[in-house]
Nanobody, 121 residues
Framework: VQLQASGGGSVQAGGSLRLSCAASGPSDIISGMGWFRRAPGKDREFVAGLRWTGKMAGKITYSRESMKARFTISGDNAKNTVHLQINSLKPEDTAVYYC???????????WGQGTQVTVSS
């Protein structure tokens, strides 16, 4: 499985970005997809994930409740894609955002190359 992320960029605070990730390869072994991020000098953290239920996105989780206000994850199992809409961007959102996919055992087994998001104040 290969993951290709796109949609990062440099924006001013208050702006929005939509990150996208497409999976290629034997994607029928993917049970879910999601996003992580690594800010400068910090550990990688989970942002949001969704579990496939048939062809639809089933269970959606966010790392914390407060993220729901500005982050929205969506996806399409048929197309093996996942998106992350980020609104009202803040400088602290600056990070490399990584797309990841879960295997049947629900471990984050597959990783994309990351896309840089830079938010200026």
């Amino acid at each position: 499985v290969q993951l290709q992320a796109s949609g990062g960029g440099s924006v001013q605070a208050g702006g929005s970005l939509r990150l996208s990730c497409a999976a290629s390869g034997p994607s029928d072994i993917i049970s879910g997809m999601g996003w992580f991020r690594r800010a400068p000098g910090k550990d990688r953290e989970f942002v949001a994930g969704l579990r496939w239920t048939g062809k639809m996105a089933g269970k959606i989780t966010y790392s914390r409740e407060s993220m729901k206000a500005r982050f929205t994850i969506s996806g399409d199992n048929a197309k093996n894609t996942v998106h992350l809409q980020i609104n009202s961007l803040k400088p602290e959102d600056t990070a490399v955002y990584y797309c990841a996919a879960q295997g049947d055992d629900l471990t984050w087994r597959y990783w994309g190359q990351g896309t840089q998001v830079t938010v200026s104040s």
